[in-house]
């Protein structure tokens, strides 16, 4: 049984992923109040499936970018869950989750986040060669500059409003596809998968050195 935390924004989700199956999900909109939220949804959820925090082959987590608290907390309930029983972690990038369900979509995908003040982490991937790659890594942009980096037909997908979903109508009109709020939804049963993926390889993270993505310094973020 992996267990998935992501606390890198205010959208916050768990999940509990065996063997190809997602036991449990759970997503909900945060204040930035992880710091209360997060463990009593962790104990309900083992609790729930009678999980033992010892029992888990591994737990992944979110890294950003994202909110410098969201991160900090997500991380260090990971590592101190990870730690005392040797558990595997893995860091899994956010916008990486975010553009996880549109791999086949047939055109590049870009996947957004609310850094606060205006702006939006965002990222770009692809198939290249058959294989899914981040083509343009995480930046720190606008609205604005996201339509200017958008150079061919796209799904927009993640924390856009309905502000910036139609200034990427506006601006890019057929280029740009922007799935339902329901569907871009970052799920952490996507993250539980990609962190299950590396797990099978054996490729896992240091928990003592593992750290969050961070766009900016932290002094000037949320």
Same mark, same amino acid.
């Given at each position: ?113 609310? *850094?606060?003040?205006?702006? !939006? +982490?965002? $990222?770009?991937?692809?198939?290249? /060669?058959?294989?899914?790659?981040? =083509?343009?890594? &995480? ?49 952490? *049963?996507?993250?539980?998968? !990609? +962190?299950? $993926?590396?797990?099978?390889?054996? /490729?896992?993270?240091?928990?003592? =050195?593992?750290? &969050? ?10």
């Amino acid at each position: 049984m992996l267990l998935a935390i992501d606390t890198a924004t205010y959208v916050a989700g768990l999940a509990l992923y065996d063997r190809g199956q997602v036991l449990a999900e759970e997503v909900w909109h945060s204040a930035m109040t992880h710091t209360v939220e997060l463990m009593p949804r962790v104990q309900r959820m083992l609790n729930t499936h009678q999980v033992a925090v010892e029992s888990l082959v591994g737990i992944g987590v979110s890294l950003g970018p994202g909110s410098f608290t969201g991160l900090r907390i997500g991380l260090a309930a990971a590592k101190g869950m990870a730690l005392p029983y040797r558990l595997p972690l893995v860091g899994v990038p956010t916008l990486d989750v975010e553009a996880y369900p549109f791999q086949r979509a047939g055109q590049p995908v870009w996947g957004v986040i609310r *850094a606060g003040r205006g702006r !939006l +982490a965002v $990222a770009c991937y692809d198939n290249v /060669d058959g294989t899914w790659s981040q =083509t343009i890594p &995480p930046t720190l942009t606008t609205i604005e500059g996201l339509c200017d980096l958008a150079t061919e037909p796209a799904v927009f997908t993640g924390e856009i409003d309905e502000q910036g979903a139609s200034a990427l109508r506006e601006r890019l009109g057929q280029g740009a596809t922007i799935p339902s709020a329901a569907i871009r939804l970052r799920r952490p *049963a996507c993250l539980a998968e !990609l +962190a299950a $993926a590396r797990l099978s390889r054996d /490729d896992m993270d240091d928990v003592a =050195t593992l750290a &969050p993505i961070y766009l900016q310094h932290p002094a000037v973020g949320r």
